[in-house]
């Protein structure tokens, strides 16, 4: 799934592309993917029609296209969605769920599972009230972020997951943050301190503007808004690296899963509130039971 750096990728790229273009035309659009909220193609069709790109703003792993109306149009690209500029004499690729088109060129959305979802806010509606802090905003520092953790029973990988704590983390940043931090994945809010906290703060915003630098993360699906992938692949320290020496210690990179998602880290330098084998166990798998990357 395209996480926050993909996304604002996209983000970065369209904003130069689209502000100030209007939508001439909707070529297609396919009502399955009108899910935030559920409202009739046609409406939301004839609201598309005439409107001038303002900006084009991101909520952690959603994309907002905003009109001088001050209306948005929400996207979200799923597991596996693209939101790609093309020429209007482009082919057409299969899966295409949406086309628009604008002064310059169309902007289509392409996705084969149909996991993501187009949606629309009126003007002076909240974009996604149900998401948490922004990893680059102020409000994240160390003390709110161990405030908001404590009495969480969960371990720290699905903690950085909950889209209500902070927007924008998935599996592949969630585990690259808790390896530079040093930090088991098991490891409960409980046991770290707040300046180890901290130092997961600081890492989480260093792994996600390294990925930005370098265009995102690109494994099968994701390619920016030119269609290029990203370049973030060949400087991961531990996801979709197990069996490979740790870059650090040298380690074999171990894959375990917790609450149904995947999780990889180095099991010599990632002992920061290191679980007991009896709470490894209550997962339900040992850290060597899988070695399929996800």
Known sequence: MPE????????RYLREILTDQTVSAVLHLDERMIKDPVMPGEVLRA??????????????????????????????????????????????????HLR???????????????FGRIGWRSPGESLKPDLGVEPFSRQLTPAWLYGRIQGRRQPMKTVLLDQTVIAGLGNIYADEALYRAGIHPLAQ??????????????????????????????????????????QNQHYLAVYGRTGQPCPTCHTPIERMVIQGRSSHFCPACQSLGLPNPDQVRMIGNSPSSERRRS
């Open 4 to 11: 926050l750096p993909e996304v604002e990728t996209i983000r």
């Open 47 to 96: 609201g598309l029609i005439g409107q001038r790109v303002s900006d084009i703003v991101r909520r952690g792993k959603y994309l907002f296209i905003r009109w001088q109306s001050r209306a948005h149009l929400l996207i979200h690209l799923g597991m596996s969605g693209r939101l790609t500029w093309h020429a209007s004499t482009d082919p057409v690729a299969s899966h295409t």
């Open 100 to 114: 628009l088109r604008f002064d310059t060129g169309e902007l289509r959305l392409v996705d084969p599972r149909r």
């Open 189 to 230: 809010p409980v046991a770290l301190d707040e300046a180890t906290i901290g130092r997961l703060v600081g890492e989480i915003q260093r792994v996600l503007k390294r990925a930005i630098r370098h265009r995102g993360t690109s494994f099968s699906d994701y390619v920016d808004a030119l269609g290029h992938p990203g």
